[in-house]
Protein backbone atom coordinates (compact mmCIF):
# COMPACT_ATOMS: atom_id res chain seq x y z
CA UNK A 1 0.00 0.00 0.00
CA UNK A 2 1.15 3.59 -1.07
CA UNK A 3 1.65 5.74 1.86
CA UNK A 4 3.04 9.16 2.03
CA UNK A 5 3.30 11.30 5.60
CA UNK A 6 4.51 14.83 5.52
CA UNK A 7 6.24 16.48 8.98
CA UNK A 8 7.92 19.34 9.89
CA UNK A 9 5.66 21.89 9.66
CA UNK A 10 4.64 24.58 12.19
CA UNK A 11 4.60 28.17 13.44
CA UNK A 12 7.54 30.02 11.52
CA UNK A 13 8.06 33.86 11.82
CA UNK A 14 7.91 36.10 8.60
CA UNK A 15 11.27 35.69 6.74
CA UNK A 16 11.90 32.25 8.58
CA UNK A 17 12.83 29.10 7.11
CA UNK A 18 11.31 25.64 7.57
CA UNK A 19 12.40 22.27 6.11
CA UNK A 20 8.89 19.92 5.14
CA UNK A 21 9.38 15.77 4.60
CA UNK A 22 7.74 13.76 2.71
CA UNK A 23 8.41 9.19 4.46
CA UNK A 24 7.45 7.33 1.26
CA UNK A 25 6.70 3.75 1.37
CA UNK A 26 4.80 0.63 -0.30
CA UNK A 27 6.35 1.39 -3.71
CA UNK A 28 9.77 1.75 -5.64
CA UNK A 29 10.43 5.59 -4.86
CA UNK A 30 13.17 6.04 -6.88
CA UNK A 31 11.15 5.43 -10.07
CA UNK A 32 8.03 8.03 -9.69
CA UNK A 33 8.07 11.53 -10.21
CA UNK A 34 7.05 13.89 -6.74
CA UNK A 35 5.23 17.21 -6.15
CA UNK A 36 4.37 19.43 -3.59
CA UNK A 37 0.85 21.11 -3.31
CA UNK A 38 -0.59 23.51 -0.75
CA UNK A 39 -3.87 24.72 0.31
CA UNK A 40 -4.12 27.71 1.96
CA UNK A 41 -7.45 27.98 4.93
CA UNK A 42 -10.80 27.60 3.24
CA UNK A 43 -9.27 27.88 -0.41
CA UNK A 44 -8.00 25.74 -3.64
CA UNK A 45 -5.17 23.84 -3.94
CA UNK A 46 -2.28 25.25 -5.50
CA UNK A 47 0.52 23.74 -7.05
CA UNK A 48 4.46 24.23 -5.55
CA UNK A 49 6.74 22.17 -6.80
CA UNK A 50 8.15 19.02 -8.66
CA UNK A 51 10.90 16.92 -8.95
CA UNK A 52 11.58 14.10 -11.28
CA UNK A 53 11.90 10.65 -10.53
CA UNK A 54 16.26 10.25 -10.48
CA UNK A 55 16.08 14.01 -8.59
CA UNK A 56 17.83 15.91 -12.03
CA UNK A 57 15.16 18.21 -12.76
CA UNK A 58 13.37 20.44 -10.24
CA UNK A 59 10.02 22.97 -11.25
CA UNK A 60 8.58 25.51 -9.09
CA UNK A 61 5.15 27.39 -9.04
CA UNK A 62 6.19 31.52 -9.74
CA UNK A 63 4.70 32.15 -6.46
CA UNK A 64 7.36 30.03 -4.58
CA UNK A 65 10.39 30.57 -7.24
CA UNK A 66 13.84 31.32 -5.83
CA UNK A 67 12.69 30.77 -2.28
CA UNK A 68 11.83 27.47 -2.12
CA UNK A 69 13.62 24.43 -3.18
CA UNK A 70 12.64 20.74 -3.56
CA UNK A 71 14.96 17.58 -3.28
CA UNK A 72 14.54 14.29 -2.66
CA UNK A 73 16.67 11.44 -0.69
CA UNK A 74 16.75 8.01 -2.57
CA UNK A 75 18.17 5.84 0.56
CA UNK A 76 15.77 7.56 2.71
CA UNK A 77 13.09 7.13 0.76
CA UNK A 78 12.21 11.02 1.45
CA UNK A 79 11.06 13.58 -0.20
CA UNK A 80 11.95 17.52 1.01
CA UNK A 81 10.59 21.10 0.66
CA UNK A 82 12.93 23.48 1.77
CA UNK A 83 10.74 26.91 2.36
CA UNK A 84 12.96 30.26 3.02
CA UNK A 85 12.24 34.05 3.16
CA UNK A 86 8.54 32.70 4.10
CA UNK A 87 5.61 35.20 4.03
CA UNK A 88 1.83 35.18 5.74
CA UNK A 89 0.72 34.12 2.02
CA UNK A 90 2.71 31.14 2.39
CA UNK A 91 0.22 29.47 5.10
CA UNK A 92 -1.32 26.58 4.50
CA UNK A 93 -1.34 22.83 4.64
CA UNK A 94 1.61 21.29 2.48
CA UNK A 95 0.86 18.09 0.88
CA UNK A 96 2.86 15.60 -1.42
CA UNK A 97 1.38 13.49 -4.03
CA UNK A 98 3.01 11.30 -6.09
CA UNK A 99 3.27 10.83 -9.74
CA UNK A 100 1.15 8.07 -11.61
CA UNK A 101 3.87 7.06 -13.48
CA UNK A 102 1.12 6.42 -16.06
CA UNK A 103 3.77 7.63 -19.22
CA UNK A 104 7.07 8.57 -19.44
CA UNK A 105 6.52 12.27 -19.10
CA UNK A 106 4.34 14.19 -15.98
CA UNK A 107 1.09 12.67 -15.20
CA UNK A 108 -1.82 13.16 -12.74
CA UNK A 109 -1.59 12.82 -8.80
CA UNK A 110 -2.30 9.08 -8.06
CA UNK A 111 -1.13 9.10 -4.18
CA UNK A 112 -1.62 12.09 -1.53
CA UNK A 113 -0.21 12.66 1.75
CA UNK A 114 -2.97 13.78 4.62
CA UNK A 115 -0.58 16.84 4.77
CA UNK A 116 1.78 19.42 7.01
CA UNK A 117 0.55 23.09 8.18
CA UNK A 118 2.67 25.71 7.61
CA UNK A 119 1.74 29.00 9.90
CA UNK A 120 3.73 32.27 8.76
CA UNK A 121 2.91 34.66 11.45
CA UNK A 122 4.39 36.96 14.22
CA UNK B 1 0.40 29.68 -17.74
CA UNK B 2 -2.67 27.57 -18.38
CA UNK B 3 -5.76 28.48 -16.48
CA UNK B 4 -8.27 26.27 -15.51
CA UNK B 5 -12.33 27.39 -14.69
CA UNK B 6 -14.78 25.58 -12.87
CA UNK B 7 -18.69 26.16 -13.00
CA UNK B 8 -20.39 26.18 -11.15
CA UNK B 9 -19.02 27.20 -7.75
CA UNK B 10 -21.53 25.60 -5.91
CA UNK B 11 -23.90 23.35 -7.33
CA UNK B 12 -27.06 21.85 -4.99
CA UNK B 13 -28.42 18.73 -6.02
CA UNK B 14 -30.64 15.98 -4.34
CA UNK B 15 -29.60 12.62 -3.50
CA UNK B 16 -30.47 10.32 -6.71
CA UNK B 17 -30.00 12.89 -8.93
CA UNK B 18 -27.59 13.73 -11.39
CA UNK B 19 -24.69 16.23 -11.16
CA UNK B 20 -22.74 17.68 -14.05
CA UNK B 21 -19.59 19.65 -13.32
CA UNK B 22 -17.58 21.15 -15.80
CA UNK B 23 -14.09 22.55 -16.11
CA UNK B 24 -12.57 24.68 -18.98
CA UNK B 25 -8.77 25.34 -19.95
CA UNK B 26 -7.72 28.36 -21.09
CA UNK B 27 -5.51 26.44 -23.87
CA UNK B 28 -6.20 22.88 -25.13
CA UNK B 29 -5.18 20.02 -23.02
CA UNK B 30 -5.28 16.90 -25.54
CA UNK B 31 -6.64 14.55 -23.06
CA UNK B 32 -4.69 15.20 -19.97
CA UNK B 33 -6.78 16.73 -17.28
CA UNK B 34 -7.61 14.56 -13.82
CA UNK B 35 -10.77 15.05 -11.41
CA UNK B 36 -10.12 14.93 -7.88
CA UNK B 37 -13.04 14.65 -4.59
CA UNK B 38 -11.82 16.52 -1.60
CA UNK B 39 -13.98 15.76 1.59
CA UNK B 40 -13.42 18.53 4.85
CA UNK B 41 -10.12 17.51 6.44
CA UNK B 42 -9.33 15.12 3.86
CA UNK B 43 -6.21 14.53 1.22
CA UNK B 44 -7.44 14.88 -2.13
CA UNK B 45 -8.19 11.51 -3.57
CA UNK B 46 -8.33 11.51 -7.32
CA UNK B 47 -11.29 10.07 -9.47
CA UNK B 48 -10.47 10.47 -13.60
CA UNK B 49 -7.26 10.99 -15.18
CA UNK B 50 -6.81 10.96 -19.23
CA UNK B 51 -10.00 13.07 -19.40
CA UNK B 52 -12.21 10.15 -18.72
CA UNK B 53 -10.95 7.03 -17.39
CA UNK B 54 -11.81 6.14 -13.63
CA UNK B 55 -9.39 5.29 -11.22
CA UNK B 56 -8.44 2.83 -9.23
CA UNK B 57 -11.59 1.67 -7.15
CA UNK B 58 -13.49 4.77 -8.16
CA UNK B 59 -17.20 3.55 -8.77
CA UNK B 60 -18.63 3.65 -12.44
CA UNK B 61 -21.32 6.22 -11.22
CA UNK B 62 -18.63 8.46 -11.58
CA UNK B 63 -17.83 9.31 -15.32
CA UNK B 64 -15.56 12.21 -17.26
CA UNK B 65 -15.64 13.09 -20.65
CA UNK B 66 -14.08 15.98 -23.06
CA UNK B 67 -10.90 16.86 -25.09
CA UNK B 68 -9.33 20.09 -25.45
CA UNK B 69 -10.18 23.13 -23.49
CA UNK B 70 -14.07 21.51 -22.16
CA UNK B 71 -14.20 18.84 -19.94
CA UNK B 72 -17.05 17.69 -18.25
CA UNK B 73 -17.21 15.10 -14.68
CA UNK B 74 -20.73 13.36 -14.24
CA UNK B 75 -21.96 11.43 -11.15
CA UNK B 76 -24.99 9.49 -12.41
CA UNK B 77 -26.62 8.97 -9.01
CA UNK B 78 -25.35 10.96 -6.20
CA UNK B 79 -24.80 9.29 -2.78
CA UNK B 80 -24.77 10.86 0.43
CA UNK B 81 -20.97 10.27 0.58
CA UNK B 82 -20.52 11.89 -2.61
CA UNK B 83 -21.30 15.74 -1.36
CA UNK B 84 -17.44 17.40 -1.13
CA UNK B 85 -15.12 19.83 -3.52
CA UNK B 86 -14.43 18.80 -7.42
CA UNK B 87 -11.22 19.83 -8.60
CA UNK B 88 -10.16 20.08 -12.06
CA UNK B 89 -6.23 19.91 -12.86
CA UNK B 90 -4.69 20.10 -15.78
CA UNK B 91 -1.00 18.27 -16.69
CA UNK B 92 -0.76 18.69 -20.22
CA UNK B 93 1.94 21.87 -19.70
CA UNK B 94 3.64 19.83 -17.34
CA UNK B 95 5.10 20.06 -15.73
CA UNK B 96 3.58 23.33 -14.51
CA UNK B 97 0.47 21.93 -13.40
CA UNK B 98 -2.86 24.20 -12.46
CA UNK B 99 -6.17 23.63 -10.59
CA UNK B 100 -9.44 24.71 -11.21
CA UNK B 101 -10.68 27.11 -8.06
CA UNK B 102 -12.95 24.08 -7.52
CA UNK B 103 -16.77 23.29 -7.34
CA UNK B 104 -18.36 22.24 -4.17
CA UNK B 105 -21.37 19.76 -4.22
CA UNK B 106 -23.90 20.10 -1.95
CA UNK B 107 -27.00 18.63 -0.98
CA UNK B 108 -30.11 20.31 -2.17
Known amino acids: EVQLMESGGGLVQPGGSLRLSCAASGFLFKNFAMSWVRQAPGKGLEWVASISAGGGSTYFADSVKGRFTISRDHLQNTLFLQLSSLRAEDTALYYC???????????????WGLGTLVTVSS | EIVMTQSPATLSVSPGERATLSCRGS??????LAWYQQKPGQAPRLLIY???TRATGIPARFSGSGSGTEFTLTISSLQSEDFAVYYCQQYNNWPLYTFGQGTKLEIK
Open chain 2, 27 to 32: QSLSSN
Open chain 1, 97 to 111: AKDSGRSSGWNEFEH
Open chain 2, 50 to 52: GAS
